[in-house]
Nanobody, 112 residues
């Protein structure tokens, strides 16, 4: 079955950086676009970024555009989210997604 395992979250100061990873298995990773979503405390889950199967097309939520970069390594069945210039409002649980499948999430906390 499809498995998505996120990692790389943690506590970081405002202005800092983190790189999230999502290791995928149970499907032909190189054939699917992948998404990152996040959910802040008390808020709905929201879209963060998308990358197509080849890595040639990416899309970002307006709130993260210019600060976050999504990428993938099809040889390693992994998708990444490089997050720079982090703000307190970026705090939340970050999830990897493909179709209706979700990982368990990784916590990102931006605080001084």
């Amino acid at each position: 079955q499809v498995q998505l395992v996120e990692s790389g979250g943690g506590l970081v100061q405002p202005g800092g950086s983190l790189r999230l990873s999502c290791a995928a298995s149970g499907f032909t990773f190189s054939s699917y676009g992948m998404n990152w979503y996040r959910q802040a405390p008390g808020k709905e889950r929201e879209f963060v970024a998308f990358i197509d199967w080849s890595g040639g097309i990416t899309k970002y939520a307006a709130l993260v555009k210019g600060r976050f970069t999504i990428s993938r390594d099809n040889a390693k069945n992994t998708v990444f989210l490089q997050m720079n210039s982090l703000k307190p409002e970026d705090t939340g649980v970050y999830y990897c997604n493909v179709n209706s499948n979700w990982g368990q999430g990784t916590q990102v906390t931006v605080s001084s």
